[in-house]
């Protein structure tokens, strides 16, 4: 089946410093991917989405200079969270499509846990 | 605007009883309806999906849930529990003018006690 990796699973760092996510599609060529958060015992909120080769779409309320997402491949997508803050804390997913339609089904990554100090 | 409403933040059932998740949904356009389950700290694994079709959709795992349009409803069931089915369980919705966006709900956690 399809196989969506996320790198690291888990990184802790000092507020002020940027964190990069890796999202990858290991086994077919994903036209697009999302990027959610979700805090404890929460549901799953989306972030944006990214299409290959364009730049993302951020959802209302999401910082687009805070949360830059690249998708620089079919099968690579990068969240960097900037000048992170105790707040930014959260479990980051990623999920990945294919095909354009909305019944495609999304292929969720493991997560990957922040914590900022 | 779409939605998902699911009742009940937590579930708890006995090994071998009836699972019955509920979730409804709000869609000013035909849904596509999905569930999602979730296992501590791992990513979401699909359950089963409601596209166009059939109404009573079978998943994996023994999981089916039944398209209702005049309830605005889509829950999810299992005939008899297991332990391994201990989780965090996720309906979602979206439909063709999204993009692809999934709304999920709020999520209900199952126990399962022996």
């Known amino acids: 089946g399809a196989v969506v990796s996320q790198h690291p699973s888990r990184v802790i760092c000092k507020s002020g410093t940027s964190v990069k996510i890796e999202c990858r599609s290991l086994?077919?060529?994903?036209?697009?991917m999302f990027w959610y958060r979700q805090f404890p015992k929460q549901s799953l909120m989306l972030m944006a989405t990214s299409n290959e080769g364009s730049k993302a779409t951020y959802e209302q309320g999401v910082e687009k200079d805070k949360f830059l997402i690249n998708h620089a491949s079919l099968t690579l997508s990068t969240l960097t969270v900037t000048s992170a803050h105790p707040e930014d804390s959260s479990f980051y997913i990623c999920?990945?499509?294919?095909?354009?339609?909305?019944?495609?089904?999304?292929?969720f990554g493991p997560g990957t846990r922040l914590t900022v100090l | 605007a779409q939605s998902v409403t699911q009742l009940g933040s937590h579930v708890s059932v006995s090994e071998g009883a009836l699972v019955l998740l509920r979730c409804n949904y709000s869609s000013s356009v035909p849904p596509y309806l999905f569930w999602y389950v979730q296992y501590p700290n791992q990513g979401l694994q699909l359950l089963l999906k409601?596209?166009?079709?059939?109404?009573l959709v079978k998943g994996i795992n023994g999981f089916e849930a039944e398209f209702k349009k005049s309830e605005t409803s889509f829950h999810l069931t299992k005939p008899s529990a297991h332990m391994s089915d201990a989780a965090e369980y996720f309906c979602a919705v979206s439909s063709y003018n999204q993009g692809g966006k999934l709304i999920f709900g709020q999520g209900t956690e199952l126990s399962v006690k022996p």
């Open positions: 409601y596209t166009t079709g059939a109404t």
């Open positions: 999920s990945a499509r294919t095909g354009t339609s909305a019944y495609n089904e999304q292929f």
């Open positions: 086994d077919f060529q994903a036209t697009t």
